[in-house]
């Protein structure tokens, strides 16, 4: 069975009703929905939420809702937390679990699609999709006890970006897990992992309100 699971929050700091939020005249959340359901990829698509509003606007669009409790919701909580919780509650414990996040109404179903090509079914190592690093985490320096060094070497911050290897972010639009290991190790990097690269513009997270607008502008442009 292969399960999309939406993690969907309703108190946000950024932005106000953030998952209900529209891009194109279309929700965060309903996005999210959308997406798994054209890709004609799962069997059941759950949306995972403390709220009542965001509830119900998932069953509108026909998917299942589970509430998960107030300490899976606040701002320490972590998302494997609340999928593991869903999964449980849904007695699901086997197949494929992926998870769509709704802050990135730019990831489309042939995302979705094209990342799934890359799962190994024998391997049931993790799909992440990512983007090239903005800023390459070699040209950083870390603080501890009130000492500063390199990331990986201090010759790294003078070198010329294109004599560094190729950075990836995680982009937080796709995880891709077997759901037994899932449950098992509790985390959504699990080797051998495949990365599904995005582009920019696709990769775009919804944290404040310059992001709203800038994702309704590429979404109005076809970008």
Avoid: W
């Avoid at 359901?37 to 509003?53: A, M, N, W, Y």
């Avoid at 109404?105 to 995302?111: E, F, G, I, K, S």
């Avoid at 985390?187 to 599904?196: A, G, K, N």
Wanted: hydrophobic share 40%; glycine share 4%.
């Amino acid at each position: 069975m292969n399960t999309a699971i939406i993690t969907a929050r309703a108190n946000s700091k950024g932005i106000l009703h953030k998952n209900l939020q529209t891009v194109g005249g279309i929700s965060l959340l309903a996005h999210a929905i959308l997406a798994a359901k054209q890709s004609r990829l799962f069997e059941r698509i759950i949306v995972s939420t403390d709220g009542k509003e965001l509830a119900q606007h998932a069953l509108k669009y026909e998917a299942e809702v589970i509430i998960r409790p107030a300490e899976l919701a606040n701002d320490t909580a972590r998302s494997i937390d609340a999928v593991c919780y869903t999964l449980q509650q849904a007695g699901i414990c086997t197949g494929t679990t992926t998870l769509l996040q709704p802050t990135s109404p730019l990831r489309r179903t042939h995302h979705i699609q094209e990342a799934f090509q890359l799962y190994d079914p024998i391997e049931k190592g993790s799909v992440i999709s990512v983007c090239v690093a903005e800023h390459h985490p070699y040209k950083t320096l870390l603080c501890e006890n009130g000492n500063y060094y390199a990331v990986r070497r201090i010759e790294d911050l003078e070198s010329p970006r294109q004599a560094l290897p190729i950075a990836y972010r995680p982009n937080g639009a796709i995880y891709i897990n077997d759901t037994t290991k899932l449950l098992q190790y509790r985390r959504f990097f699990l080797d051998p992992i495949q990365l599904y690269v995005m582009n920019k513009n696709d990769s775009l997270d919804i944290d404040n309100t310059a992001d709203l607008d800038h994702a309704n502008y590429l979404f109005q442009q076809g970008l």
